[in-house]
Every structure is written in C-alpha cells, then in structure tokens.
C-alpha cells in the first residue's frame, strides 16, 4: 500500500511542521518516507470558499498491517488539532513497491 497524506501548511512554518514530523510521523512509520512540497486548493464545504495554499505532501509506502489505518488516522488528527486545521487529504492505493 502507498498512502498520501496532503497537510495545508497555513501558517504552520517549516520549523513546526520539521517538528510535527519528527515527533507524530516519523514515531509512526520509521521505516521510511517522502516529503514534498506542494501547492494545494481546498474549498470549504460552509461556505463555499475556495483557499489556495503552501501543501506538504507525505508519501508512505507501506506493507499491509492491521494497524496501519489507526497510524494514519492518529497523524491527521494530530495535525487537526495542533494547527487548528479542518482537514489533511489521505489517498490510499494499492501499490508494487520496493527498495
């Protein structure tokens, strides 16, 4: 499996989103990934309002576990709450990988 994880940067500096990495990702899928930086559009589902902004993109290629959605779902939350964000985009996909 591939999961992209698609974080709006906001106004989170390079110096907290370096943080959250290291302490939320990393812990969570040490083995390895891919950061890159992006440009992103969201449109909020109230009001209609399109925002356009700095994106990281987390690209984790990952073997099947039982645990792997509550990974995930604990570092989209995680992000969330800490930045005050409405939502982080996850794209999951089958994937032939390797290294």
């Known amino acids: 499996m591939v999961a992209e994880l698609l974080f709006g940067r906001g ?3 390079e110096t907290a989103w370096d943080r959250f990495l290291a302490t939320e990702v ?3 899928f040490p083995d390895g990934l891919t950061v890159y930086d992006a440009r992103g559009q969201w449109r909020n589902p109230q009001t ?3 925002s356009r902004e700095r994106s990281k993109v987390v690209m984790i290629a ?3 576990a039982d645990d792997n959605d509550a990974r995930l779902q604990a570092i989209i939350e995680a ?3 800490r930045f005050k964000q409405q939502s ?3 794209i999951l ?3 032939c990988v390797s290294f």
């Open 62 to 64: 990952m073997p099947p």
């Open 93 to 95: 996909r089958p994937s």
């Open 26 to 28: 990393t812990p969570r």
């Open 48 to 50: 209609k309002t399109i």
């Open 11 to 13: 106004n989170v500096s």
């Open 79 to 81: 992000y969330k709450t």
């Open 88 to 90: 982080v985009g996850l």
